[in-house]
């Protein structure tokens, strides 16, 4: 690497500029933006991403399953890329920093390459993936990527996805062709992901930069109870089948357990329907939505082994039966270790505080991870608030990690 291409900054009031622009579109009163992934706003954020791409002399592309991005080609056509990016889609009224500081500190990384001629010996892709948040369906864009997603998701008879084929059709995104976005793995040498933290730990600890080493696996199951309705009143208590009652003790046991088990676990039940739901009749079904997660997947899988067992028992303590059905499982991804190391030493060149740090949120790079190297780089959340429009990022930490990208690329490629 030429020391020229080792000092360079990324320009931060031009970052800032496109983060201001950019959370003009989709803004909300408090604050948030609401940019649901092919939306209005959502189409309105790519174009005017495309126009930025153009403006900076970069070529534009977009793929089969809608993910845009600005190339800077190496003079080798047939050098591998280098793709760095993340999501410019949120949640409804989220917050400003969630996806779009790592698409624009992308784009600012190949703009600012580009315009001092330094010249990369590998292809260089910013690209913002379609659907991260899951209006549609998670995690979508890179997905299509690595080729898990065809036309067969989306026209199942199962679910009704009308509405989803609607908001491909409008957005361009043909169904027949989705799988032709799968990349070739040896065509890619790594993904970079820059992104804040929604969580406290680097904002408490006064530290400017997360090195994600691990990102959670996570799994999800409906369990239901099944008891039986009776007369509120005139059953007896050891007579009754309370389907509530066992599906409460369980969520008891299962918080309990699985984090007192498994240290770096987390469980949540996010919900509880009963049936038939009514002031006079003892519960005949209580239906739960179970999560749990945790960075190690066979960890995950000895969590998930002890949520069964646990909703078993509960159910036989309260003379119920009890389904268990998986919805979705993802293992824990563990990032590149190369990367990991390279990230570091550009924090270190850069006099950035860091530590390594797991991921309890899912991200494309866990994805990307699955074809190729993926490292990605965390900034802090103050307050560890996310999701949401009170989501903030201190701008000195913003530039840190832009640079910090900047000089992994260099790294990298140069
Ligand atoms: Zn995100």
Known sequence: MTSDGCNLRVNSERLRADFEALSDIGATVGGGVSRLALSNEDLEARSWFADRIEEAGLQVKDDEVGNLSGLLSADDAGAKTLM?????????????????????????????????????????????????????KSLFGSNGIIGKISSDDITDSLTDN???????????????ELQNARRNPASILGFLELHIEQGKILH????????????????????????????????????RHDALQGA??????????????????????GGVSVMPESFNVVPAEASLLVEFRHPDTATLGDMEALMLELAQECAAAHRLTVATERVMHRAAERMSGYLTRQIESACQAEGARCMPIASYSGHNAQIMNQMAPAGMIFLPSVDGISHNPREFTEWRHVEIGANVLLRTVLQLTV
């Not at 409804?92 to 784009?107: K, Q, T």
């Not at 009308?162 to 027949?176: D, E, H, K, T, V």
């Not at 990102?215 to 007579?239: F, K, L, M, S």
């Open 84 to 136: 760095i990016g993340s999501h410019l889609d949120t949640v409804p009224n989220g917050g400003r920093y969630d996806g779009a500081i790592g698409v624009l500190a992308a784009l600012e990384c190949l703009r600012r390459i580009h315009e001092t001629g330094v010249k990369p010996r590998y292809h260089l892709e910013a690209i913002d993936f379609t659907d991260e948040e899951g209006t549609w």
């Open 162 to 176: 009308m509405a989803f084929r609607a908001a491909l059709y409008r957005a361009g995104i043909m169904l027949p």
């Open 248 to 269: 409460a003790a369980f969520i008891i046991a299962a918080h309990k357990r699985l984090t007192e088990d498994f240290p770096g676990g987390v469980v949540n039940c």
């Open 204 to 239: 408490e600890r006064g530290l400017d930069i997360g090195i994600v080493d691990r990102i959670v696996g996570r799994a999800t199951y409906n369990v239901v109870y099944q008891g039986e309705a009776a007369h509120a009143g005139t059953t007896t208590a050891d007579e």
